[in-house]
């Protein structure tokens, strides 16, 4: 399995914030720019905390294994897997919503004389900062979740 590129992420966030600003800039020349909803912040930093209890628990759980701690339990490497599937699918989605909102953001940054705008750029923002901590938190993930390098061929670990 491939590692997630922090170089994929950005230019995915940075290409989804140029094409939510123009679109929030054309919307809004045509009728009312859709609202950022309050639940966007929540549930992304939902996802970014069960990323990274799942992760402390993974690293906690190899650590004991490793250290041969009587009855610890181990990690299956399928389950190891999916959390770094997880984890990756989740840092791209969250690297894309996070540029929607941080567009969307950028474009509500010239009307924060109206409270209404200015709550809605509150939120897209709290949004951005939640979704670079799902980006985070995968990432610590797939850390956590990767093979010990191979003798054989150096610099070849990858995740699990």
């Not at 045509?30 to 993974?58: D, K």
């Not at 399928?78 to 941080?102: E, N, P, T």
Request: aromatic content about 6%; proline content about 5%.
């Amino acid at each position: 399995m491939k590692e997630l590129r922090i170089r994929v992420l950005a230019v995915e966030f940075v290409a989804a914030g140029v094409l939510s600003w123009a679109g929030a800039r054309l919307w809004n020349s045509v009728g009312t720019l859709p609202s950022v909803p309050l639940a966007a912040p929540v549930v992304l930093a939902l996802i970014a905390v069960f990323l990274l209890a799942a992760a402390l628990s993974i690293r906690a759980r190899l650590k004991a294994q490793r250290e041969r701690v009587p009855g610890a339990k181990g990690v299956d490497p399928m389950m190891a897997a999916r959390a770094v599937v997880f984890g990756q699918a989740s840092a791209l989605v969250a690297a894309l919503v996070a540029g929607i909102y941080g567009g969307t953001g950028v474009f509500l940054l010239s009307y924060l004389d109206i409270p209404a705008r200015r709550d809605q750029a509150i939120y897209a923002g709290a949004s951005v900062v939640a979704g670079i901590a799902v980006i985070a938190a995968a990432l610590f993930m797939e850390r956590v979740c990767r093979l010990p390098e191979d003798d054989d061929h150096p610099g070849a670990a990858s995740a699990v």
